[in-house]
């Protein structure tokens, strides 16, 4: 019953068996929250809750995996969700098109796991199934912070 009861909160119940792209769909839940979180709890909070979510989510990925009886079956969007937040982890300002780039740019980063984020793929269970998400949700940080130092320092010399 445990293990059921895991495999459904790794997959957001039914949501993670849609055709339409569940990865999308999970990560985009995960924008929603992390809007939601950014929105109403201060920075430690919010990384304490990020890390608090990645630890549950390797377990929880582990187990499904093992229910589902698959390396990193597709069904399983948890992943995506929990990374969503450290997308936007310490930027200055976050709106709703930050929420939206950041979503896109996470979305290209874990469709194609450039800059070695396939490596992570290679660990087994919940660990390389969370991994790679947080890798391109990193990357995807890395690439706001580096676009908003870009936008903030056009705006001042007036390009």
């Not at 119940?13 to 990560?27: C, D, E, K, V």
């Not at 992390?34 to 582990?62: D, K, Q």
């Amino acid at each position: 019953m445990r293990d059921k009861i895991l495999t459904s909160i790794s997959t957001f119940g039914f949501l993670g068996y849609s055709r339409f792209m569940p990865g999308t769909l999970g990560a985009f839940l995960g924008t929603a929250f992390s809007y939601f979180l950014f929105g109403n709890y201060s920075r430690l909070m919010i990384l304490a809750v990020s890390i608090g979510l990645i630890i549950f989510a390797v377990y929880v990925c582990s187990v499904a995996e093992r229910v589902i009886g698959c390396r990193d079956p597709s069904c399983v969007i948890l992943d995506e969700f929990v990374a969503m937040p450290v997308c936007f982890l310490f930027l200055r300002r976050r709106n709703a098109a930050v929420f939206l780039l950041g979503f896109l740019i996470f979305r290209a980063f874990d469709i194609l796991k450039p800059l070695g984020i396939k490596f992570f793929e290679k660990f087994r269970g919940g660990l390389g199934i969370v991994l790679d998400d947080i890798m391109a949700a990193c990357y995807t940080n890395i690439t706001l912070h580096t676009l908003s130092y870009l936008v903030r320092n056009c705006v001042k010399t007036n390009l």
